[in-house]
């Protein structure tokens, strides 16, 4: 069992740029792949980043060049640092760990970018 919390999520201006931390407990971090995704009003919840176990990295084309995802095991916690905000990149972000077929989400943050 893997319990997830994110935080950092908030207000920003276009351009603007959050840091999410999802912060993990339970069981060996090391261990699982973890990864961002999103879910904007009235849209399916999307994959943004993941991180393997390796420190190997996927990115959505629609973050490419803005979102960077890393992850430190001695903290038990994954980052998604976010540059170059825009409005469509507001959602509520949610972390996931998953160790083969079993994975475990947090409670989401909500990102909002707005003038």
């Known amino acids: 069992q893997v ?10 201006q276009p351009g603007g740029s959050l840091r999410l931390s999802c912060v993990a407990s339970g069981s060996t971090f090391s261990n699982y792949a973890m990864s961002w995704y999103r879910q904007a009003p009235g849209k399916e919840r999307e994959l943004v980043a993941l991180i393997s176990d390796g420190m ?27 540059s170059s905000l825009k409005p469509e990149d507001t959602a509520v972000y949610y972390c996931r760990a998953v160790l083969v077929s079993i994975g475990y989400w947090g409670q989401g943050t909500q990102v909002t970018v707005s003038s």
């Open 3 to 12: 319990h997830l919390v994110e935080s950092g999520g908030g207000l920003v």
């Open 56 to 82: 190997n990295t996927y990115y959505a084309d629609s973050v490419k060049g803005r979102f960077i995802i890393s992850r430190d095991n001695a903290k038990n916690t994954v980052y998604l640092q976010m």
